[in-house]
């Protein structure tokens, strides 16, 4: 088998190839017109993480580069929250910036070989997740998200965590890390249930050109009706003529923009859940 010509890889990393993406604009924009630093094609898999390229609702159906697993659920936690304006993913961090942060903490920079002339370059450094939002005073704040595993926090990620701790710092933005075991079981529970729909409705908008009354409809008949969720949707699908799944979907659409206002701490927003307590939450 003929070798791969590295310097045409889509993992590759040149000086050439950073000067390129900075001219494409890369790490600018906001909502649906952000630019990562980064896409899910440009990053090889590790440890046998899934990557993902899902619709946002914050970013208004843009396709959200995603690296692993944990950086979906993440994503999905901040994505389902109010008070979040806007996520910007895969944010590019000035090379320079970086640099000098670490020459004066003494910290080797990550680098990677230029695929064009095989010398040592400092790496191109993302921040996982940057967060707009609003904080409880109503003033819109920033968090950057460092998202790892707790087993990947060692040797080198270390380094690379201190870098990029020290670079938000400077910019006076909050940095926060997030690992795994961090997550409550029942948080990452729900956002499971959302997660389907998010990979494959989140544009059913277009499919039920009727959008509104289906869901002024189902309202009213959580409100009136003493079943779980999914028997009720189901009924409603029967009585409609809907497709079989068409009221869940929409369920969880509204549960997703916040429509239907469930918690997702010490609560099941689950299919199996009884119509009178997802009644506590509306409007």
């Known amino acids: ?43 090889p898999s590790s440890h046998g993480n899934q990557k993902h390229s899902i619709p946002g609702i914050k970013a208004q159906l843009r396709l959200v580069q995603l690296m692993s697993a944990l950086e979906l659920l993440v994503f999905l936690f901040f994505d389902l929250a109010k008070q ?37 370059i400092a790496h191109w450094m993302t921040t996982d997740l940057l967060i707009d939002y609003y904080d409880q005073q109503g003033n819109q704040q920033q968090l950057a998200v460092y998202i790892k595993t707790a087993n990947d926090l060692k040797g080198r990620n270390l380094d690379k965590l201190i870098i990029e701790f020290a670079y938000w710092t400077l910019k006076g933005v909050r940095f926060c890390i997030v690992v795994d075991e961090s997550i409550p079981k029942e948080i990452a529970e729900n956002i499971g249930f959302v997660k389907t729909f998010y990979e494959s409705d989140l544009n059913i908008k277009e499919l ?12 009213q008949r959580i409100k009136s009706e003493h079943l779980e969720i999914n028997k009720l949707c189901n009924k409603i699908d029967t009585d409609k ?12 659409y509204m549960v997703a923009t916040r429509k239907i206002d469930l918690p997702l701490k010490r609560f099941s927003i689950g299919p199996n859940t009884h119509c009178s307590e997802i009644r506590k939450y509306l409007n």
């Open 84 to 120: 979040v304006i806007d996520i910007r993913e895969q944010y590019p961090l000035d090379r320079s910036t970086t640099l000098s942060i670490a020459e004066k903490l003494n910290i080797k920079h990550p680098s990677v070989p230029d695929s064009q002339t095989g010398e040592q």
């Open 1 to 43: 088998m003929p070798k791969r010509d590295q310097r045409k890889s889509a993992y590759s990393r040149s000086e050439n190839k950073y000067e390129k993406w900075e001219k494409e604009g890369r790490g600018t924009g906001a909502g649906p017109d952000y630019i990562p630093g980064l896409f899910i094609n440009e990053v």
């Open 241 to 252: 003529g809907f497709a079989t799944g068409c009221s869940l979907n929409v369920f969880y």
């Open 208 to 219: 039920h050109q009727n959008l509104g009354e289906i869901e002024e409809y189902l309202i």
